[in-house]
């Protein structure tokens, strides 16, 4: 399809664990973004890519946290050492450059449930 | 600390008739303004955005007001419709700045 896709779209996993969670954005946009919705919660910015770089990481809650883009198109959300508050959805967005960041593109989501 | 709070969780409204969600924030160097709407199991969508040199924006029957001096926006959907029902989130930026900060979303359910 056109959209932006994730993988998986659940994930269930132990504490201590590490997770990989995979965005694939729309094809031609260069703005990549990652937020998480806990519970009752508003979407959390998390981090966001122009191209391969990430000029603004202040929203990884942790060290335990990390991403990465590879070549302007897929992008890696890392978890290491999983902890239960990780729990949440966790939502890719694209968008066709930064002068585009109001109109984002958003995937389905990947439900991550640590237990 | 919750720069961008919708205070209302659900609201329900019959078809035909005007939705009013509303939302306020707290940083007054947000510079853009956004509604995203969120169906069950898909990701948000962009719906409208007005920039903080307006106060009114209107695409078809989505209209968003912004009162800068009390730091609030509404959304307006008229007429609303049963497929307008969603959950429907605010966000904001500040301008040159990538970071969208989003509220806690509103639960709109239209009545037909």
């Known amino acids: 399809g056109a959209g932006v896709s994730q993988s998986p779209s659940n994930k269930v996993t132990e504490k201590g664990k590490d997770v990989e969670l995979r965005c694939d954005p729309i094809?031609?946009?260069?703005?990549l973004y990652w937020y998480r919705q806990s519970l009752g919660q508003g979407l959390e910015f998390l981090i966001y890519?122009?191209?391969?770089?990430?000029?603004?990481k202040s929203g990884l809650p942790s060290d335990r946290f990390s991403a990465e883009r590879t070549g302007g198109s897929v992008s890696t959300l890392t978890i290491q050492r999983t902890q239960q508050e990780d729990s949440a959805v966790y939502l890719c967005?694209?968008?066709?450059?930064?002068?585009?960041?109001?109109?984002?593109?958003f995937g389905p989501g990947t439900r991550l449930t640590v237990l | 600390d919750q720069q961008v709070k919708q205070n209302s969780p659900s609201l329900s409204v019959q078809e035909g008739r005007i939705s009013i969600l509303n939302c306020d924030y707290t940083?007054?160097?947000?510079?853009?303004f956004l509604w995203y709407k969120k169906y069950p199991a898909e990701g948000p969508t962009f719906l409208i955005s007005?920039?903080?040199?307006?106060d009114k924006n209107e695409d078809g029957r989505f209209t968003v007001f912004l009162n800068k001096s009390a730091k609030h926006l509404s959304l307006h959907i008229v007429p609303s419709q049963p497929g307008d029902s969603a959950v429907y989130f605010c966000a904001a930026r500040p301008g040159g700045y990538q970071k969208v900060t989003f509220g806690t979303g509103t639960k709109l359910q239209v009545i037909p």
């Open positions: 890519f122009q191209g391969n770089s990430a000029p603004d």
């Open positions: 940083n007054s160097m947000f510079d853009y």
């Open positions: 007005i920039s903080s040199i307006k």
């Open positions: 094809s031609g946009h260069t703005a």
């Open positions: 967005a694209s968008s066709f450059g930064t002068s585009k960041v109001n109109e984002q593109f």
